[in-house]
């Protein structure tokens, strides 16, 4: 979804390097995730944010952390990078009306290497 | 979490019908069920979502028995640019592994 835009597109770095990765969105949506994608693991949920104030694990937060700068923002840390997070790394937003369950709309990802 | 499972792979073959089916065993009563496309190099991209029976969109047609603890996407008469990996995503936060679907001619 070219609304939602995710910088860098790649990225190589080493081992113990703190990294960010920035989602930015014109969709004016509230609500806002992040994924990493492994091969055979499909998505899995990072962190997300229901609004500016507010930050949430998912299911594999450890060694991550993010910063919800606005409500257009959302960025995603490495403090110190590890190989095995190298991966490819998604944003995707969602409105807030009605539920929890609106379509999300993603980023067309970020890829990481960690040698 | 518990888990969403879903066929590692499927072929099919141009103008055919193809059913994709997600496990989801122990799913909430407030979560909905969505499907996903996913081309290399893009982000997963919104199909159709449903919470119970059956919703039909201009692409896809989404099944879901009673008991909600699995679903069934249908795509009629695939095309070879229906070559792709679908995920079925419950709530927002349970997605399958994937599936990927190999349209041949």
């Known amino acids: 979804d070219a609304d939602v835009t995710q910088t860098p597109r790649n990225r190589i770095t080493k081992t113990g390097k703190r990294i960010m990765l920035e989602c930015s969105q014109t969709?004016?949506?509230?609500?806002m995730y992040w994924y990493r994608q492994d091969p055979g693991l499909g998505l899995r949920l990072i962190y997300y944010s229901f609004d500016v104030k507010d930050i949430n694990k998912g299911e594999i937060s450890d060694g991550y952390s993010v910063s919800r700068q606005a409500q257009a923002k959302f960025s995603l840390s490495l403090e110190s990078a590890i190989p095995n997070q190298t991966a490819l790394y998604f944003c995707?937003?969602?409105?807030?009306?009605?539920?929890?369950?609106?379509?999300?709309?993603f980023g067309d990802g970020t890829r990481l290497s960690i040698l | 979490l518990a888990k969403t499972t879903q066929p590692i792979s499927m072929d099919s073959y141009e103008g055919q019908e193809v059913n994709i089916t997600c496990s989801h065993n122990n799913i909430a009563t407030n979560d909905y069920i969505t499907w996903y496309q996913q081309f290399p190099s893009q982000g997963p991209r919104f199909i159709i979502q449903g919470y119970k029976t059956k919703v039909t969109n201009e692409v896809a047609s989404l099944f879901i028995p009673a008991d909600r603890k699995s679903s069934t996407l249908s795509l009629p008469r695939v095309s070879l640019s229906d070559t792709a990996v679908y995920y079925c995503l419950v709530g927002y936060m349970r997605f399958g592994a994937g599936t990927r679907l190999t349209v041949k001619p």
């Open positions: 995707a937003t969602s409105d807030s009306w009605a539920d929890s369950n609106q379509p999300q709309h």
């Open positions: 969709k004016g949506h509230d609500r």
